[in-house]
């Protein structure tokens, strides 16, 4: 590709924006893996600490209750709901700064430098960090079909066997599907060469 012909950033930016809510199948059970698991662990076990911490110090008259003067059960109960809600909250930001750091390792990003900036936002703008960051991260990488090479979305051919991992109508030039025999926009039958180079197997996107 000449240089003249390469996309401006932002409509090269929109195309993997594109790309990768078209190709990205994400599932929480899959996703939450990502986290860190002593992070994880840590934020389940300081959160049970708070919540049994805060009632059990009620109880014992440590702590006055948060609702008046009932029995110290009820008020036991009341402060863990408050505390568990806080710590809650808490809790999430705090695993949504692991997924960020790791999610942006596998997906080649600097992992650095957006979890210091989700955490820069956070105290005048709330969750804006994440938001930014799930709207422009980058599509994950993914296995080439014909030689299996780990390949980025960025790349229009596999640098291991030059398989062409965007194949576009020779016509209208929209990207056409794996099995498409027809364009979807202009009708225009497949060449024989587009053909030959459908994947005869898919591999999976890689998860990390």
Request: with cysteine; glycine share 10%.
């Amino acid at each position: 590709m000449n240089v003249s012909d390469r996309q401006p950033p932002l409509s090269e930016k929109l195309s993997l924006i594109r790309y990768r809510m078209k190709h990205e199948k994400l599932h929480f059970s899959d996703e939450i893996r990502v986290v860190p698991r002593w992070l994880l662990g840590t934020v389940v076990w300081l959160y049970v600490l708070a919540v049994v911490g805060v009632a059990m110090l009620v109880i014992a008259g440590a702590v006055p209750s948060p609702i008046g003067n009932p029995s110290r059960f009820e008020g036991a109960l009341a402060a863990a709901l408050i505390v568990g809600g806080m710590g809650a909250a808490i809790g999430i930001v705090l695993l949504l700064i692991g997924y960020v750091n790791k999610d942006a390792e596998r997906r080649g990003m600097n992992p650095g430098l957006w979890t210091v900036l989700v955490t820069i936002l956070l105290p005048a703008w709330v969750l804006t960090g994440f938001v930014i960051y799930f709207l422009v991260r980058e599509p994950l990488p993914f296995h080439c079909p014909r030689c299996g090479r780990n390949v980025s979305a960025r790349f229009n051919y596999c640098p291991g066997c030059k398989y062409n991992l965007k194949p576009t109508c020779p016509q209208c030039k929209h990207e056409v599907g794996d099995t498409d025999r027809y364009c979807v926009r202009c009708g225009n039958e497949l060449t024989p060469e587009i053909e030959r180079d459908r994947p005869r197997e898919v591999s999976g996107e890689v998860r990390g």
